[in-house]
Protein backbone atom coordinates (compact mmCIF):
# COMPACT_ATOMS: atom_id res chain seq x y z
CA UNK A 1 0.00 0.00 0.00
CA UNK A 2 0.52 3.69 -0.16
CA UNK A 3 2.08 5.33 2.72
CA UNK A 4 0.19 8.34 3.94
CA UNK A 5 3.43 10.00 3.88
CA UNK A 6 3.23 10.34 -0.11
CA UNK A 7 0.14 11.56 -0.33
CA UNK A 8 -0.69 14.91 -1.38
CA UNK A 9 -0.92 17.35 0.90
CA UNK A 10 -4.13 18.68 1.02
CA UNK A 11 -4.94 22.73 -0.36
CA UNK A 12 -5.06 25.15 2.55
CA UNK A 13 -4.63 28.14 1.07
CA UNK A 14 -8.22 29.17 1.34
CA UNK A 15 -8.10 28.51 5.42
CA UNK A 16 -7.17 32.79 6.15
CA UNK A 17 -10.48 33.73 4.87
CA UNK A 18 -11.98 31.78 7.55
CA UNK A 19 -9.45 32.33 10.38
CA UNK A 20 -9.55 35.08 10.81
CA UNK A 21 -11.68 36.17 13.26
CA UNK A 22 -10.90 33.01 14.77
CA UNK A 23 -13.64 29.80 14.31
CA UNK A 24 -16.09 29.62 16.90
CA UNK A 25 -14.80 25.98 18.44
CA UNK A 26 -11.83 28.72 19.63
CA UNK A 27 -14.15 30.80 21.52
CA UNK A 28 -15.24 28.12 23.58
CA UNK A 29 -11.76 26.95 24.62
CA UNK A 30 -9.62 30.30 24.88
CA UNK A 31 -10.87 32.26 27.76
CA UNK A 32 -9.10 35.22 27.01
CA UNK A 33 -10.53 35.61 23.39
CA UNK A 34 -13.77 37.63 24.86
CA UNK A 35 -11.45 39.79 27.16
CA UNK A 36 -11.73 40.55 31.33
CA UNK A 37 -15.32 42.59 30.30
CA UNK A 38 -17.55 39.42 29.56
CA UNK A 39 -16.18 37.80 32.25
CA UNK A 40 -17.45 37.03 35.24
CA UNK A 41 -21.56 37.92 35.28
CA UNK A 42 -22.17 39.78 38.61
CA UNK A 43 -24.42 36.83 39.96
CA UNK A 44 -24.04 33.64 41.53
CA UNK A 45 -24.27 30.39 40.64
CA UNK A 46 -27.50 28.92 41.66
CA UNK A 47 -29.22 31.30 39.93
CA UNK A 48 -32.15 32.28 42.40
CA UNK A 49 -35.23 32.61 40.54
CA UNK A 50 -36.12 36.32 41.83
CA UNK A 51 -33.02 37.36 40.49
CA UNK A 52 -33.85 38.66 37.14
CA UNK A 53 -31.60 39.98 34.65
CA UNK A 54 -31.03 43.87 33.52
CA UNK A 55 -30.90 44.96 30.46
CA UNK A 56 -27.64 45.94 30.52
CA UNK A 57 -26.87 42.10 32.05
CA UNK A 58 -29.05 40.90 29.01
CA UNK A 59 -27.56 42.90 26.44
CA UNK A 60 -23.70 42.27 27.57
CA UNK A 61 -24.38 38.49 27.39
CA UNK A 62 -25.48 38.86 23.31
CA UNK A 63 -22.22 40.99 22.97
CA UNK A 64 -19.96 38.80 24.07
CA UNK A 65 -21.03 35.40 22.96
CA UNK A 66 -21.43 35.40 19.21
CA UNK A 67 -23.31 31.67 19.08
CA UNK A 68 -26.41 31.04 21.08
CA UNK A 69 -27.78 27.42 22.11
CA UNK A 70 -31.80 26.84 21.68
CA UNK A 71 -32.84 24.02 23.46
CA UNK A 72 -35.86 22.39 21.54
CA UNK A 73 -37.80 20.13 22.95
CA UNK A 74 -34.58 18.78 25.15
CA UNK A 75 -32.41 18.59 21.62
CA UNK A 76 -30.13 21.35 21.90
CA UNK A 77 -28.73 23.77 18.62
CA UNK A 78 -26.14 26.52 18.49
CA UNK A 79 -26.63 29.03 16.19
CA UNK A 80 -25.07 32.63 15.59
CA UNK A 81 -26.77 35.44 17.16
CA UNK A 82 -26.25 37.01 13.55
CA UNK A 83 -28.06 34.67 11.84
CA UNK A 84 -31.02 34.99 13.74
CA UNK A 85 -31.18 38.60 13.12
CA UNK A 86 -31.51 37.92 9.16
CA UNK A 87 -35.08 36.81 10.12
CA UNK A 88 -36.51 39.85 12.64
CA UNK A 89 -40.11 38.47 11.79
CA UNK A 90 -39.54 35.08 13.14
CA UNK A 91 -39.34 33.88 16.57
CA UNK A 92 -35.78 33.40 16.68
CA UNK A 93 -34.95 36.91 15.22
CA UNK A 94 -37.26 38.48 17.67
CA UNK A 95 -35.16 36.56 20.37
CA UNK A 96 -31.97 38.05 18.91
CA UNK A 97 -33.08 41.68 19.50
CA UNK A 98 -34.87 42.08 22.46
CA UNK A 99 -33.70 43.53 25.86
CA UNK A 100 -35.22 42.74 28.48
CA UNK A 101 -36.40 39.62 30.79
CA UNK A 102 -39.92 39.96 30.34
CA UNK A 103 -39.82 40.27 26.13
CA UNK A 104 -37.66 37.29 26.41
CA UNK A 105 -40.08 35.68 28.37
CA UNK A 106 -42.78 36.32 25.88
CA UNK A 107 -40.52 33.81 23.43
CA UNK A 108 -39.31 31.06 25.53
CA UNK A 109 -40.22 28.81 28.50
CA UNK A 110 -37.24 29.63 30.14
CA UNK A 111 -33.30 30.52 29.40
CA UNK A 112 -29.90 30.90 31.42
CA UNK A 113 -27.97 33.49 30.50
CA UNK A 114 -24.74 31.64 32.42
CA UNK A 115 -25.24 28.98 30.04
CA UNK A 116 -25.97 31.04 27.12
CA UNK A 117 -28.91 28.96 26.32
CA UNK A 118 -32.74 29.44 25.71
CA UNK A 119 -35.27 27.21 26.23
CA UNK A 120 -38.56 26.18 23.93
CA UNK A 121 -40.80 23.30 24.63
CA UNK A 122 -42.25 21.98 21.47
CA UNK A 123 -45.85 22.37 21.46
Given amino acids: GVSSFTQPLPDISGVSSWANPLPD ?3 HT ?3 VHGPSCQPFPWKLPESPERIPS ?3 ILKSKKCH ?3 ALNVGGVR ?3 MWKMLEQYPQSRLGQLAI ?3 HEKIMELVSDYS ?3 NEYFFDRH
Fill in 77 to 79: HEV
Fill in 25 to 27: IAL
Fill in 98 to 100: VET
Fill in 66 to 68: KRV
Fill in 113 to 115: LID
Fill in 55 to 57: RQI
Fill in 30 to 32: LDH
